[in-house]
Nanobody, 126 residues
Framework: QVRLVESGGGLVQAGGSLRLSCAASGRTFSSHAMGWFRQAPGKEREFAAAIGWAGRNTYYADSVKGRFTISRDNSKNTVYLQMNSLKPEDTAVYYC???????????????????WGQGTQVTVAS
């Protein structure tokens, strides 16, 4: 069983940056693809970014492409989401998720992931 704990959320002005971290417990982290999702009030949870087990392959939603960067450090059992040029519409609870397989190809839906963190709030003020 892998446990995920997100951190790094907060309040930021539009145009600013935040870096989210997701620390994982468990020995299988380094062999699993990981993803970041977000959920705004009254909306469904949506895909933001995903990364394969080795960190070489990354995937992004069109809404964050060019502004967000997903990365991982398997030696630290941690996955990151660097968020730049933040917009008010990026306001949401951000969730880290793990997939029980190494590749992140087509891993853009909630159903593709097996375990989740508790989420961290990101609020972007205009």
């Amino acid at each position: 069983q892998v446990r995920l704990v997100e951190s790094g959320g907060g309040l930021v002005q539009a145009g600013g940056s935040l870096r989210l971290s997701c620390a994982a417990s468990g020995r299988t982290f380094s062999s699993h693809a990981m993803g970041w999702f977000r959920q705004a009030p009254g909306k469904e949870r949506e895909f933001a970014a995903a990364i394969g087990w080795a960190g070489r392959n990354t995937y992004y939603a069109d809404s964050v492409k060019g502004r967000f960067t997903i990365s991982r450090d398997n030696s630290k059992n941690t996955v990151y989401l660097q968020m730049n040029s933040l917009k008010p519409e990026d306001t949401a609870v951000y969730y880290c998720a793990g997939r029980g397989r190494p590749t992140a190809v087509d891993a853009t839906t909630v159903e593709e992931y097996n375990y989740w963190g508790q989420g961290t709030q990101v609020t972007v003020a205009s």
